[in-house]
């Protein structure tokens, strides 16, 4: 068996053809989709990059692996302690290394380890290739590294080869040449005047008048499809077109990809898996980049499926399932043990029979920008702030996804019954995480204690001088009164 991973960083089904955008940015990857399957409610259990591609490769949340922040002790995984063995338990209990114990060579051509200092990415891997350029490469520097490892590779049986690109990433990086398709089709329906004038008045990390993060962004030299601010309509164009030209850049050398592979002719009996670590805030929440949040729009990811003789009609899975998922389902599609001690669930029988189900709920995590963690069920997230990136959220949020996708409109006011149930929820999912634990700390209060997310740790003083010279000022005694340690 032949297996093609290809994760394309911080990609929104939304934007994507085969999930029902309106621009054509993913010719291929729809292709892949009209043979497959495509899961419609597929979340990473752990936001954003370093914490999903623990989960990913653990088959496990954050809260067991203790990756759940950029910076700081939480950044690495909690270590095994007296259990250890000679070699660690990823050697051969994580995703790449299930692989290779059962006999599959494992290749990953990608700078996340790298650009993360996450080197347990590549345990269980044979081959790593890193073109070093921390992650701020584009796909035309990716590809050919691909090409070649096919060219060397492809005919020999039962490998597993990873393929990242970082393109839909900012800084939007797609090179001129490229142009721009989009230049003349219509934005989201959502995005309008009235929007970019309410983005406008909001405060915190990635906020519109912050694109940089906690001021305008200054690359525009470097990559001038970026936005420095969203301060009008034509800078939202610019955000939105900058975004989906990444994704349609790397579809385009997705296609390059499956072509050489065809020309091998190993193409259709080969499986093939699109998928992300990630989502990103396109003004969701106040947020204009990045991935800052625990909410439908950072956690939801694409996953699409294209398995030889399983899925040749193209189906839709709407169940709810995490990304830790996806290790004990490869193995049950191989017919092979996963690894002890994780928190996936199969769904391979949607593979196998195309049945239709999923869990009762996810429970979700943010520990990078703000410290939030939410419950996805039903129609309805529940967004509960520990740290609120200093965008002033409430302390409760709660959005229908299936009317209100872009989370415009907080309805934990209104319908306190489905804050509770959701609390309930996260209580019964917080009770068997840390009843099955191997440490008696949950993570984030790690994270909170040690002085706060790594991308908001120790900024706001300075935030606060930005705020008044933007005419936000209105927000800074918020701000102290909700962040006094800061000010001390």
């Known amino acids: 068996m032949r297996i093609l991973i290809i994760d394309i960083d911080t990609l929104r089904p939304d934007h994507l053809g085969c999930y029902g955008y309106h621009r054509n940015t993913s010719p291929n990857i729809d292709a892949v989709a009209e043979k497959g399957i495509t899961f419609t409610n597929y979340y990473c259990s752990d936001a954003p990059c370093l914490p999903s591609r623990a989960a990913l490769v653990t088959g496990r949340h954050g809260i067991h692996t203790g990756v759940i922040n950029h910076g700081g002790q939480m950044a690495d995984m909690f270590p095994e302690g007296k259990s250890r063995g000679f070699s660690d338990r990823l050697r051969y209990g994580s995703l790449w290394g299930m692989f290779g ?24 891997l044979n081959e790593v290739y890193d073109i070093g350029l921390n992650g701020m490469e584009s796909a035309e520097q990716v590809t050919p590294v691909v090409l070649d490892w096919i060219e060397r590779n492809a005919q020999k049986d039962n490998w597993c080869l990873h393929v990242h690109y970082w393109d839909p990433h900012v800084p939007y990086r797609a090179p001129e040449t490229f142009g721009n398709p989009f230049q003349n089709e219509p934005l989201p329906y959502w995005i309008t005047e009235k929007t970019v004038k309410e983005w406008k008045n909001c405060v915190g990390g990635h906020s519109a008048l912050d694109y940089g993060m906690f001021g305008p962004a200054n690359i525009q030299s470097r990559f001038p499809r970026h936005p420095a601010v969203i301060s009008d309509m034509d800078a939202a164009r610019k955000m939105i077109d900058g975004y989906d030209c990444g994704i349609r850049y790397a579809d385009q050398h997705i ?16 499986v093939v898996i699109i998928t992300s670590d990630h989502g990103e805030n396109l003004g969701e929440l106040g947020c204009c980049s990045e991935h800052g949040t625990s909410d439908y729009i950072t956690h939801r990811i694409p996953l699409i499926i294209r398995w030889p003789n399983k899925t040749e009609n193209g189906t839709v899975d709407k169940g709810l399932h995490y990304n830790i998922d996806l290790l004990p389902t490869l193995a049950d599609m191989l017919d092979i043990n996963p690894p002890d001690d994780i928190d996936g669930k199969s769904f391979a029988r949607i593979i196998k029979e195309g049945s239709d189900f999923g869990r009762d ?30 965008h002033l959220y409430p302390e409760e949020m709660l959005f229908n996804v299936k009317e209100d996708p872009h989370e415009q409109k907080n309805m934990s006011d209104k319908l306190p019954e489905l804050c509770a149930e959701a609390t309930r929820l996260y209580l019964k999912w917080y009770d068997e995480m840390m009843m099955s634990s191997r440490y008696s700390v949950d993570p984030l209060w790690m994270v909170l204690k040690e002085g706060g997310p790594f991308h908001s740790r120790g900024r706001l003083k300075e935030y606060c001088k930005h705020l008044s010279e933007t005419g936000r000022s209105w927000a800074i005694e918020l701000l102290r009164k909700k962040h006094p340690e800061e000010f001390r």
């Open 101 to 124: 114990f059962n006999g599959f060579h494992t290749a990953s051509i990608s700078t996340f380890a790298g650009r993360h200092g996450a080197w347990w990415f590549h345990a269980g």
């Open 255 to 270: 296609g390059i990809i499956l072509d050489a592979l065809a020309t091998k002719k190993i193409i259709d009996d080969m």
């Open 361 to 390: 709920y996810l429970v979700l995590s943010q520990c990078c920008h703000g410290c939030q963690r939410s419950v996805r069920w039903k129609d309805w997230i529940y967004i509960r702030t520990f740290h609120d990136f200093y």
